[in-house]
């Protein structure tokens, strides 16, 4: 006598699972990343009426509408990714016409720069006859 085996249908493979576990993964994600808050760093935008004053021993003209000077962790200006003494960036201030004065100076400090770095800079920008400082603190959430 043979024995027959009753035919069984082919297992179901279900999605919902596979969702759940990908929401709850997303859901994992979001709660645990950090953002940056991007509204704090201006925009540079382009320009084709105004120039960037040169950098020492540069002579090429850029165009752009803001001057960034990025302070080190020594404390040094750097412009362009050129480090400057504060002499030299005084006589590249002072170099710059009144139009390109009045444009904004953005300063943007490394966290471990000292506060009295950041003041030497805005005043000889200030002393230089910059029209409009702005200084830029970009923090890590913890």
Do not use: C
Not at 4 to 11: F, K, L
Not at 65 to 89: C, E, F, N, Q
Not at 97 to 117: K, N
């Amino acid at each position: 006598m043979a024995l027959r085996r009753p035919i069984t249908g082919r297992a179901v493979i279900s999605l919902v699972p596979l969702v759940d576990v990908l929401l709850i993964l997303l859901v994992f994600f979001m709660v645990t990343s950090t953002y940056l808050d991007l509204n704090m760093i201006p925009v540079v935008e382009k320009a084709d009426s105004t120039n960037f004053p040169p950098a020492p021993n540069e002579n090429q003209d850029q165009t752009g509408s803001t001057m960034l000077i990025r302070l080190d962790a020594d404390g040094s200006p750097v412009i362009r990714g050129k480090s400057l003494s504060l002499g030299t960036l005084a006589l590249t201030l002072k170099s710059m016409s009144d139009q390109e004065l009045s444009l904004p100076i953005v300063i943007l400090p490394s966290g471990r720069a000292s506060i009295q770095a950041l003041v030497s800079v805005m005043e000889v920008a200030s002393d230089a006859g910059a029209k409009s400082l702005r200084v830029v603190r970009l923090e890590a959430r913890q």
